[in-house]
């Protein structure tokens, strides 16, 4: 898609990573990398990439995880989406699946809280609606950045509820919406989780 640029952050990867996000970015003028010393945990790396997007003024950013696939058509839902609602949403989430044919979807990346209870979304979703949400997981929010404001990830947090957290205040602010058409693919994350447990 025309007009998207990437920034690939590095959290003190311990294989070949930061070599080959090396020679991607010299490749493709719109690909640039962050090389942290530390491990910031995912929290800390979000909350670089909305700095990221704030500091350089870009309308949204799209956080995803580092074995997370995504294509045009899933960025294209969201664009329109973004279109349709105009300024009245503060993220967009994008339906995460563990395997291309639909088997495994993960409905606890997408939530709903009562009271102190989550409410998971079921399989079967009509990928022409637009629902309302609390909370998305990490992988797949597509940021209103000018909506939010000064919210920003919790750096405080090391993998523990920081993308909720995080979704339950700038909901407050807008309301966040599931775009069941945007669909990604996060490989094997629950393999052997089952249909009954999910």
Known sequence: ????????????SQDDSLKEAEIFSKAHQRVFLVDNKINNGSAGAFAQGIRY?????YSFAYLIDQDTQFDAASMRSLLRASVLLGDEYSVLCSAVYASENHTLYLPHFRVMFDKFLCRFYPAKLDPKELRKIDAGGNTGLFINIEVIGDANMDESFFYHMEDYDFCLRVNQIKPIYLIPESIIYHPNKYPKVSKLRQ
């Open 1 to 12: 898609i025309e007009g998207l640029d990437f920034l690939l952050i590095n959290n003190e």
């Open 53 to 57: 997007s704030k500091e350089h003024r």
